[in-house]
């Protein structure tokens, strides 16, 4: 090793301390100056000494941070606690630098084996920051950068640290000048207010001076210690080696593993976080990379972004801002522009004033959606390795940004990633969350909505207990999800899962659990609860080839138990529970509906057509029993016997006469209005609306009864029914408002005042279907004609009506090609 004077920099006065700001680019370009003009023996880092043997992995290519550092329990998974690093964290740099000249790198915070074990309600680490600790009450935990801050006249720390480190440069004449002034002011926060309401702090900086003297004794004073600018001065402080061992004596201690995972900036942007969150990540790693001309770099980067976006953004803006950022800047007494100063260039000039297009960029640019990424070789639980193997064989990457996935489960490969998925889920990974199709509502599509977050990679190592893999850790989990449920319906909902995720290992084991409770559950609330979910079960056979015999059977006894209990079960219900009950009927109804033409299209081969027909007949024939029962039945209560005969109508198994006399009779002025309102809700309560404004028979006795409703009791009636119909769409609302007003309740027939009312009269309006016509040619072109007129050989009363349109708008075919083109 060369004499100390050939580096540039002296250790005269100890070793080299390089306090820090964690995830601040500012100290991360410091922190590389310093080391290449010290040139130390070992680089000593803020971080658990067990990850020493994880260095080596940082120089690894496929390394890509933002990642982090995980350390968890190995007998309990949850108990976690992260150590994250950025491309711009000096601890990042400090480490890259160390494996690029070959200079030994060791961490020397508190073990995370004593970090995961401290005891939880006294000072016990966050899962996520190693660092936080809750402490008394009245121990308030100090901000250094804010004091500061409040110190130098700045409201805001961020802006101050800005303007002192962020633009002041690295110090080019004295690479060690920032870092001088830096402990100074530490220095006196920490005569000040001593431990700033961390006690922890006390422990953490004994360990560190611990490994600080070991590593004197092997490299002299040529040490490079890089750790949060706050445990500077303990570090410079002469402590007795016997008071530090002191101090560590006696930790509890847990077995804890190591490994990275990656990381995402957005998480970095939370409150919470080692070395707490950061507000701009994506921010800081444009200052970090732009060697020169930041903000004229960030603005141009802004710009493309909101052309992406369709927005209209010229070169003429991007020099616009740049100009009012440097201007606002100079009024506000800062050595460049900040954040705050191009954020309000932006809003001015490049999004006209509006926050909208402004979020985007915070969003996107100023948080980002950077995921890291980890080699191969960093060490992981099985289930990590299978998953991982899962997903690039079904080409299915982790990503930060959230994104939509359509699924065509008749493929093979989009059935794989689905099963994946839902294996996942299962197992408490909630990587993708099931949303609603947007193009079909067939069983065989799925739409995921996938969004990767690094506390996934805790929630696999907790898994990890259930399996190596993740088919066997899903079925493992299922048949003990199964032993465990409390409910019925959380059984069903089992089955459910299992079918998606394609266990059939574990189904029987949950089939036998399953038929076990619903023989002996006697609550027909239960058992309605059940069966729609074991019924869409039925569905995933044909699609995912799985089978559903057994489930079949379950369910068809199911929903006898429900025929048979279910109007017992209505009798004496208070509001609320008449409110779950009409839920039930509503979603047994649709259940029995899909069973009966599941079991008879499973006995279709065996039994032919007319004895398919002859079942599901049946079962739809003793429900639609049932449903005559709750409708007729005074002891049931109101919204469930309106909800049965708008049921029995929508089938047609009850007439509009009949219907209409049951409504009469219920609104007639014998009955309570509160009673009244409730089998109004009950029978045109979701999706109602547009029943009332093609039958004007029953609005007019709605309306005629609303009008008759006693003073003294409409208030009591008024907000079942502003909840009824403030389900409405808007047209349908505006509609009957329109009905009601010119007096639907009088019309007899096609001549009553309502027939005048467009869009609602006795017979098609021919007039009004022929001023669409010439809209359409243009629309479609020539190719309109051909279709028209093939279209009037089938309809002669539509080709008369087309020809109509076309003699009152002559028009030239060739002008219609062309504007059709």
């Keep these: 090793m060369s004499d100390d004077s050939s580096w540039g920099v002296t250790y005269a006065s100890g070793p080299l301390l390089l306090g820090v700001r964690h995830h601040g680019p500012g100290s991360a370009r410091a922190v590389r100056a310093a080391l290449e003009a010290s040139r130390p023996g070992v680089v000593l880092i803020e971080g658990p000494p067990e990850a020493d043997a994880l260095i080596p992995l940082a120089a690894d290519p496929d390394m890509r941070p933002p990642v982090a550092l995980l350390a968890h329990a190995v007998d309990e998974p949850g108990r976690s606690a992260f150590w994250p690093l950025a491309e711009f964290s000096p601890e990042w740099v400090a480490l890259r630098w160390a ?63 800005e303007d002192v480190v962020e633009h002041r440069g690295t110090g080019e004449r004295d690479p060690l000048a920032p870092f001088a002034a830096l402990e100074e002011a530490m220095t006196a926060l920490r005569e000040r207010y001593g431990v700033g309401g961390r006690p922890r702090d006390l422990v953490r900086e004994a360990h560190m001076r611990l490994q600080l003297r070991a590593a004197r004794k092997e490299s002299g004073d040529a040490v490079a210690v890089v750790c949060g600018a706050w445990h500077v001065p303990a570090l410079r402080e002469k402590a007795a080696v016997t008071a530090d061992r002191a101090l560590l004596k006696g930790l509890p201690r847990i077995k804890a593993d190591l490994t990275w995972v990656p990381w995402t900036h957005r998480r970095l942007a939370r409150s919470s976080g080692y070395g707490a969150g950061i507000d701009s990540p994506g921010w800081y790693g ?55 100063e191009t954020t309000d260039a932006v809003r001015a000039v490049m999004c006209d004033g509006s926050d909208v297009p402004l979020a985007l960029v915070q969003d996107r640019l100023v948080v980002g959606d950077v995921l ?126 299992c079918l998606l995720a394609g266990l059939p290992d574990a189904l029987p084991v949950v089939m036998r659990v399953l038929a076990d409770r619903a023989a002996l559950d006697t609550d027909v609330g239960h058992l309605a609860q059940a069966l729609p979910a074991l019924v869409r079960s039925l569905r995933y056979g044909d699609v995912r080839g799985t089978d559903t015999g057994a489930l079949a059977g379950v369910a068809a006894g199911l929903a006898e138990r429900v025929f048979v209990g279910l109007p017992a079960a209505c009798a004496a219900l208070d509001a609320d529970a008449a409110e779950e009950m009409r839920g039930h009927v509503g979603a047994v109804h649709g259940a029995v509906g899909l069973l009966a033409e599941t079991l008879t299209g499973t006995r279709g081969a065996e039994q032919g057509a007319a004895a398919r027909d002859a079942g599901q007949a049946d079962l739809r024939g003793r429900w639609r029993s049932v449903l005559r029962t709750l409708a007729l039945r005074d002891t049931v209560p109101g919204v469930v016997r309106g909800r049965a005969v708008r049921l029995l109508l929508d089938d047609g198994e009850l007439g509009p006469e009949e219907a209409a006399r049951l409504m009469g009779l219920v609104l007639s ?69 329109e009905l009601v007003r010119r007096g639907p309740g009088g019309a007899t027939g096609p001549a009553g005042p309502a027939a005048g009312l467009p869009g609602f009269a006795a017979e098609p309006d021919a007039e009004r279907a022929d001023a669409v016509l010439p809209v359409l040619r243009l629309l479609l072109g020539p190719a309109a004609e051909t279709g028209r007129q093939a279209t009037g050989q089938q309809a002669t009363g539509r080709h008369a009506a087309g020809q109509r349109a076309a003699d009152r708008e002559p028009a030239d075919d060739n002008s219609l090609a062309e504007v059709g083109t």
């Design 99 to 161: 494996l690029e000249r070959g200079v030994p790198a060791r961490f020397i915070d508190l073990p995370a084996t004593h970090t995961l074990a401290w005891d939880a309600e006294a000072e016990a680490p966050s899962a996520a920051d190693p660092e936080a600790e809750p402490g008394p009450a009245h121990e308030l935990r100090v901000d250094p950068l804010a004091v500061l801050a409040e110190t130098a006249g700045y409201d805001d720390p961020e802006r101050w640290w």
């Design 372 to 497: 890291g990424e980890v080699p191969e070789a960093a060490p992981a639980v099985p289930l990590q390795r299978d998953m991982a193997r899962e997903q690039r064989r079904l080409r299915l990457r982790p990503e930060a940004l959230e994104r939509e996935l359509e699924l065509d489960l008749r493929k093979e490969t989009d059935t794989g990633r689905s099963r994946l998925l839902h294996r996942l889920r299962l197992l408490g990974v909630g990587w993708g969350e099931p949303a609603e199709s947007r193009g079909s509502t067939g069983t065989f599509r799925e739409t995921w909505r996938l969004r990767w977050e690094p506390e996934l990679s805790v929630r696999v190592a907790e898994a990890g207990v259930w399996g190596t893999t993740v088919l066997g850790a899903a079925t493992a989990r299922a048949e003990a999800d199964a032993a465990g449920a409390g409910a019925l319906a959380e059984v069903t909902a089992l089955a459910e899962h």
């Design 669 to 737: 002025p014998g009955t309570p209005p509160a009673d009244a309102a409730a089998w109004i809700e009950g029978f045109v309560g979701g999706g109602g609306g547009m029943l009332l404004v093609h039958d004007e028979r029953l609005l007019g006795l709605v309306d005629t009864w609303l009008t008759g409703v006693p003073a003294e009791a409409f208030t009591d009636v008024l907000p079942l029914l502003r909840r009824t119909f403030s389900a409405y769409e808007p047209g349908v609302r505006r509609t009957l408002g």
């Design 286 to 340: 444009h200052l970090f990379r732009a060697r020169d001309r930041p903000v004229e770099r960030w603005l141009t980067k802004v710009a493309g972004l909101l052309r992406e976006e369709d927005r209209v953004v010229s070169s003429a803006h991007v020099i616009e801002a740049v100009r009012l950022a440097e201007t606002l800047a100079a009024m506000r007494g800062r050595p460049l522009p900040g954040l705050s």
